[in-house]
C-alpha cells in the first residue's frame, strides 16, 4: 500500500505538471449542489446545466420546487434526460430533508466528521456515493473523492485500485491512496485525463502524461515483447 500510496501521489503531481491547477466552476450552495449532481446522473454537463437552469428560471425557490406538481418539475428538467425518474427523484429527496431538518439548508453538515455527513446524505433514495462525495467536496469543502465513470475506469487501466473492485468500493479506496489535500485536484485531473486521453474505447497512450506510472501500457508492452519473442 505504501508504494500505491506514492505512486498515486506521484500520479497527482505528474497531472498537475500537464494540466495545472484545476479550477471548477463557481461553487454552488450544498442544496443546489445536491440537486445538480442528481440532474447529472446518465448525461452529460451540458444536459445537466440546462435542466438544472430550466428548473431555477421556472421555480423562485427549492421550497416550490418540493412543492409543485411532478409534472412540472419533469417538464422543467426535460433537458437533462429521464426527467419522469429525476423530478420524483429530487421532489422526494428535497422532502425527506425538510421533513428532517425542518429546512432546505446542507450547510450544517459542514460541522459534522466526513464519514457522519456522508452517511447522512446517502441514506436518501437516490444520493449515492458519488453524489454525496461532490456535494461534500466541491460545496462544503470536506475531504470526500467523487468517483465518476471516468475515474472508476482510468484508476482500473492505470492500476491504482483492484480490476473487479465495484465502484461503491472505489470511493473508500481512493480514498485511502490519494492524500485528502489532493481529492480536488486529483478528481478534475483524473477526469480531465479521461476524457481527453485516456479515452473508454482506446487510450491515446503517447500522448498521455502519465505513460511512465501506467499498468495499462507496461501489460501491453509485456504482450508485444512475449509476441516478438515467439517469432
Not at 22 to 42: F, G, H, K, M, Y
Request: proline share 7%.
Amino acid at each position: 500500500m505504501k508504494n500505491l500510496k506514492e505512486r498515486a501521489i506521484k500520479i497527482h503531481e505528474t497531472l498537475l505538471e500537464a494540466f495545472g491547477e484545476p479550477i471548477w466552476r463557481t461553487p454552488l450552495p450544498a442544496i443546489d449542489e445536491l440537486v445538480s449532481t442528481i440532474l447529472s446522473q446518465n448525461t452529460n454537463d451540458v444536459n445537466r446545466d440546462r435542466g438544472f437552469d430550466a428548473l431555477r428560471a421556472k421555480f423562485p425557490s427549492w421550497e416550490a420546487v418540493r412543492d409543485a406538481k411532478a409534472e412540472d418539475v419533469m417538464d422543467a428538467i426535460r433537458p437533462a434526460g429521464l426527467a419522469n425518474q429525476k423530478g420524483p427523484r429530487i421532489q422526494q429527496v428535497l422532502r425527506a430533508i425538510t421533513e428532517e431538518r425542518g429546512v432546505l439548508d446542507l450547510e450544517f453538515l459542514a460541522e459534522l466528521p466526513v464519514e457522519e455527513a456522508r452517511a447522512w446524505l446517502t441514506k436518501f433514495n437516490g444520493v449515492g456515493p458519488k453524489t454525496a462525495a461532490i456535494v461534500l467536496c466541491f460545496s462544503l469543502n470536506m475531504p470526500a473523492f467523487p468517483v465518476d465513470t471516468h475515474i472508476y475506469r482510468v484508476s482500473g487501466r492505470i492500476g491504482l485500485r483492484p480490476e473487479k473492485m465495484n465502484v461503491e468500493q472505489a470511493h473508500p479506496y481512493l480514498e485511502s491512496i490519494f492524500p485528502p489535500e489532493t481529492y480536488y485536484a486529483a478528481h478534475l485531473n483524473i477526469i480531465r485525463l479521461g476524457r481527453e486521453i485516456c479515452g473508454a474505447r482506446k487510450p491515446n497512450c503517447p500522448q498521455c502524461p502519465i505513460i511512465k506510472l501506467c499498468e495499462y501500457i507496461k501489460k501491453n508492452d509485456e504482450v508485444n515483447d512475449d509476441d516478438d519473442d515467439a517469432l
